[in-house]
């Protein structure tokens, strides 16, 4: 398999398919993670998966190695996709519907296990949403992507020092959010 940026020059220059196919093998599981961490949802993160990818093909005109790595710029489209995302009013419509598909009937234990984790973990997104757009990005490219913080700072264009500080600040921020002290309580209906 050639590297990135043989595939990427192809791709460029000559409109490659192939290239972008082995680009896309390279990279789609690690995308295709990102997202579904977030989403929840395989069909729809592989609709999301697939519309990434479109983009960057129809964008790597405008990839500048010099600005820094593919994985960024890949990273870059993303984060950006999802942010467009969760500011649909489509997508909170969708992730209400979610919950509702559930039988609550069911006297299955491990439906009604795995409808609390899928409750937490709709819920920790939303509040990982719920932040300022930029504590927001950095939180999921850390805890989400497992990007560095170096990776962090050129995908979103910002000094590795504001990366820290936003991370710090967010992670602060969910804190809050989510619980307080042992007792369980939240804050947020208080």
């Known amino acids: 398999m050639e590297d990135v940026n043989a595939l990427i020059k192809r791709i460029i220059k000559d409109n490659d398919e192939r290239a972008f196919n082995e680009l ?7 995308i295709y993670g990102f997202v ?3 989403v929840l949802d395989k069909d729809e993160c592989l609709d ?3 519309e990434i990818f479109i983009k960057v093909f129809l964008g790597m005109k405008n990839y500048n190695p010099k600005k820094g790595t593919f994985r960024t710029y890949l990273y870059s489209i993303a984060n950006n ?4 995302m969760y500011r649909s009013k489509q ?13 609550m009937k069911s006297e299955d234990l491990s439906v009604l296990e795995e409808m609390i984790k899928d409750e937490e973990i709709t819920r920790l997104n939303e509040t990982v949403n719920s932040l300022p757009q930029t504590h927001s990005a950095v939180i999921r490219l850390r805890f989400y992507a497992e990007c560095s913080l170096n990776e ?8 590795l020092s504001n990366v820290k500080y936003y991370l710090y600040q967010g992670i602060k921020l969910l804190q809050a959010k989510l619980k307080v002290g042992d007792h369980n309580e939240d804050i947020t209906k208080s």
């Open 81 to 84: 996709y999802l942010i467009d």
């Open 36 to 38: 579904y961490k977030q």
């Open 48 to 50: 999301i998966t697939q």
């Open 24 to 30: 896309i093998k390279l990279y789609y599981n690690e």
């Open 152 to 159: 962090i700072s050129e995908i979103l264009n910002m000094n």
């Open 91 to 103: 997508f909170k419509q969708r992730q209400k519907l979610v919950f509702e598909e559930y039988d």
